[in-house]
């Protein structure tokens, strides 16, 4: 683990990307080896945190006893500019098509990426 790249996954408030050292291809679900092209030459990198929506919903029902108090809340598939894909809460304003930009609040015993509307 580099300990200068912030990931929201291990406490720290930021989103890492892996990226392919040959074929350049970006994703975001840590792997052993590159997706697009199998090289194992991988590289670590932070996201920007901005992103545009993809795809965006309304939770109603929240899957656990311990998050219900947050539902309604809106989750979105956003592109990150870096070019992977990710789902993450959302302000429930957003549209498709918007720009946004990762800010991070706590849900439940957690801290989570929220997008935010950039601009
Ligand atoms: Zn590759």
């Not at 291990?10 to 350049?24: N, P, S």
């Not at 959302?90 to 015993?109: K, L, N, Q, S, Y």
């Amino acid at each position: 683990m580099n300990p200068e790249i912030l990931d929201w996954t291990e406490g720290t408030e930021g989103i890492a990307l892996q990226q392919c050292g040959d074929c350049r291809h970006a994703w975001y679900f840590r792997r052993d080896f590159c997706p697009a092209c199998g090289s194992r030459t991988l590289i670590r990198k932070q996201a920007s945190g901005l992103g545009t929506v993809h795809a965006v919903t309304l939770v109603a029902r929240a899957p656990s006893e311990a998050l219900r108090p947050y539902a309604p809340y809106a989750i979105a598939l956003v592109d990150a500019d870096e070019g992977f894909r990710l789902m993450a809460h959302v302000v429930p304003e957003a549209r498709i098509g918007d720009r946004v930009r990762a800010t991070f609040h706590a849900f439940g015993p957690a801290t989570v990426p929220l997008f935010v509307l950039e601009g």
